[in-house]
């Protein structure tokens, strides 16, 4: 035989616990090369492009930003 509660959850203690449930909205901003929305700190997948440099076409695997 499972578990039984001891004691009914009220609403507000239930409403309380799934305040945090909800989904958040992906913040997008524009591509600085083709202006096309994208997730922030993501390469482009329209153009490819991440902080105006070129990464998918890349030939060097190890490039430095700064």
Known sequence: MGAL????IT????GNRRAHHA????QLQPCMNC???????VV???C???RGTDVV??????LKYR
């Open 5 to 8: 509660p001891k004691q009914k």
């Open 11 to 14: 609403r507000r203690r239930r």
């Open 23 to 26: 989904l958040k909205v992906p």
């Open 35 to 41: 202006g096309a929305l994208a997730p922030s700190h």
């Open 44 to 46: 482009c997948q329209a």
């Open 48 to 50: 490819g492009y991440y």
């Open 57 to 62: 076409g890349l030939d060097r695997p190890n």
